[in-house]
């Protein structure tokens, strides 16, 4: 059988990675044939990312890059968007949906990584080991072991129990902590966790609490000036999620009041967009505290095989119009093509489309083979697999029906 062609050539094809993405996206790319790979170091914004974006058919960031609907809307040849993390918020899906740009994330390529340091911290900040090195840095030797505790024993409140709140759960039983959970949607505890429904209940009781939910509207400022104020014991927090998650000044306060003991911060509210600006924060000079820069998923394992999970379905999608693990357009599972032109259109979700494209299929006198369909409230993804016929001419005719998002033509 002769190599998979798309309907626009992969040499053509502009990908754009921005953050420092793994090498390994890049040489999966290039395997796959992608040779028009535009590589930048940090994240852009305003004009400059326009301009970057303006002819891209593919955009790779992490977490800083702001993909609002204004640039999505300016980007008009983008087909997808790989976010190379966890977190999709720094894109608006909604408008990414509507403008029918596919997006893709790694949902759990850097979730040991994530685990792993949540864990590390927990003892960094119950044996005060921030204080204790900055000491040592200066030259004093401190081997007081007041308030300086094991963890062992100790109850871990976890807010978010999802793929990484539960691993953390997983390593700290086996530390020996004694682990408890609040989510808001009902999940299976693991090992001896226990769930708590009510969030006050969980803070005071637990000795650190750490955080594990999305960047959402929802989750905004969740833990605000109200509940941080359920913290008064010296209870630590571990806040590796996202930095508007927690209202940093009021944090800020209860550190300084001693109500909380400690903190471990990974990610803030307002973080540099590379390495040249400046990192400033209201919790820097503050006792007990671990300031890291947005490096929870940072490590080589975890970066690496982000580059992979990513890379793979963004070629998968530009490849066969699969989008399984979308965040943005409906999701369709797709066989490979035997012999066939597939079409895949992504519309309006109004009434009338689907039978329009049929028509204008069938006046073209064309045989359809399989056709896939999905949708969500505001998007329809079809996708046609054909007898192999001139499909330009049925390209362009589907170009023309009302309500038409995106059309792509794979031979
Ligand atoms: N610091 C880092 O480098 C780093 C790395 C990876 C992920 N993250 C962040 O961690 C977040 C969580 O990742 P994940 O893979 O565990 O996600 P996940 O989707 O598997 O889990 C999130 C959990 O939070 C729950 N949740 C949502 N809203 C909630 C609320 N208001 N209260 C309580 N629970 C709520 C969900 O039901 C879900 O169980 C990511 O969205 C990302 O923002 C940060
Ligand atoms: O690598 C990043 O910039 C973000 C990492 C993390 O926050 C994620 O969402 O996976």
């Known amino acids: 059988m002769s190599p998979l062609k798309t309907s626009f050539p992969k040499g053509k094809m502009k990908i754009v990675i921005l953050e420092s993405i793994s090498q390994s996206a890049v040489e999966s790319f290039k395997k796959a044939g992608y040779t028009q790979i535009e590589q930048y170091p940090g994240a852009l914004s305003g004009e400059e990312l326009d301009e970057v974006l303006k002819d891209a058919k593919v955009v790779c960031v992490r977490s800083k890059t702001q993909l609002t609907e204004e640039v999505i809307q300016k980007a008009k040849k983008l087909v997808a968007i790989g976010c190379f993390c966890i977190g999709t918020n720094q894109v608006d899906l909604d408008a990414a949906n509507k403008a029918g740009v596919c997006v893709f994330n790694a949902p759990f390529s850097n979730t040991r ?39 062992r024993g100790k109850k871990l409140g976890v807010v978010g129990y999802g793929h990484i709140g539960s691993q953390v759960s997983i390593l700290a039983e086996a530390m020996g902590l004694k682990v408890f ?75 300084e009041d001693g109500r909380i003991g400690g903190a471990a911060v990974d990610v803030f509210p307002e973080e540099p967009k590379n390495k040249a600006e400046k990192f400033s924060s209201p919790l820097q000079n503050i006792s007990n505290v671990i300031l890291t ?21 963004l070629i998968k999608y530009i490849e066969s119009g699969s ?52 949708t969500n409230i505001d998007v329809g993804y079809v996708v046609l697999d054909i007898a192999k016929n001139d499909s330009l001419d049925t390209l362009k005719e589907l170009r023309q029906i009302e309500h038409t998002i995106k059309v792509r033509i794979l031979y």
């Open 323 to 374: 989008s399984i693990g979308s965040h943005s357009i409906p999701e369709l599972s797709l066989p490979k093509m035997e012999d066939t032109h597939r079409i895949l259109h992504i519309h309006k979700n109004v009434s009338g489309v689907l039978s329009e494209i049929n028509s204008k299929i069938s006046k073209l006198d064309v045989n359809i083979l399989g056709q896939y369909l999905s």
């Open 181 to 255: 959970y609040y989510d808001v949607e009902n999940k299976l505890p693991l090992g001896n966790a226990e769930e708590v429904t009510d969030l006050k209940t969980l803070i005071e009781d637990c000795d650190l609490i750490t955080l594990h939910v999305p960047g959402t509207n929802g989750t905004k400022n969740l833990f605000d000036k109200q509940v941080l104020s359920w913290f008064n014991k010296g209870q630590m927090l571990i806040n590796m999620s996202r930095g508007n998650v927690v209202d940093i000044e009021a944090l800020k306060t209860a550190l």
């Open 293 to 313: 820069p947005h490096i929870g998923g940072s490590t080589e394992e975890a970066q690496w095989n982000i580059g992979l999970d990513v890379s793979a379905k």
């Open 113 to 151: 990584s994530v685990a792993e340091l949540v864990i590390a911290s927990a003892i960094m900040l119950i044996r005060r080991i921030p204080d204790k090195d900055k000491a040592a840095h200066a030259g004093e030797w401190d081997k007081d072991s007041t308030n300086a505790h094991e963890i």
